[in-house]
């Protein structure tokens, strides 16, 4: 009786141990995917937008007069979307050239130098991730 209990844990734990790991290896093949979690480009959110408005509608069993009048007022989210993303991009952009000033004064030449070559560095690296 021991020696079953002891072989059906012993089989739970590895099959639930080879569970995580695929999860795992599906989540960090997800993250590491070429592009970074916290961009979202207008093209994804008017996708988004669209997929939930087909999946509106379809719940609702939206007639086609309806579906055109609510149309606009998922237009008009996506087009806040939009707006809220550029001016959020736009405070970003700021404070990092805050950051990057307020830093500059306190270098010295060479570590100015040094800080000129990182920023090119990560400026490429943004530039072959993008899509």
């Known amino acids: 009786m021991k020696t079953k209990l002891l072989t059906q844990i012993i089989v739970s734990l590895i099959v639930l141990f080879g569970l995580g790991g695929l999860c795992g290896y599906a989540m960090s093949a ?3 995917s070429g592009r970074p979690a916290w961009t979202r480009s207008e093209e994804w ?3 988004w937008i669209e ?3 087909a999946q509106d509608f379809a719940r609702i069993d939206a007639t086609p007069e309806q579906q055109a009048a609510l149309r ?3 237009d008009r989210l996506l087009s806040d979307f ?3 993303q550029a001016e959020a991009s736009a405070k970003v ?3 990092f050239k805050r950051h990057g000033l307020e830093t500059w004064k306190q270098l010295t030449p060479k570590q ?3 800080m000129r070559q990182t920023n090119q560095e990560r400026l490429q690296q943004r530039k072959t991730q993008q899509p």
């Open 82 to 84: 939009n707006a809220i």
């Open 72 to 74: 606009q007022s998922y």
């Open 45 to 47: 959110t008017r996708r």
């Open 112 to 114: 100015r130098e040094v």
């Open 51 to 53: 997929h939930r408005m």
């Open 30 to 32: 997800r993250v590491n």
């Open 93 to 95: 952009t700021e404070a």
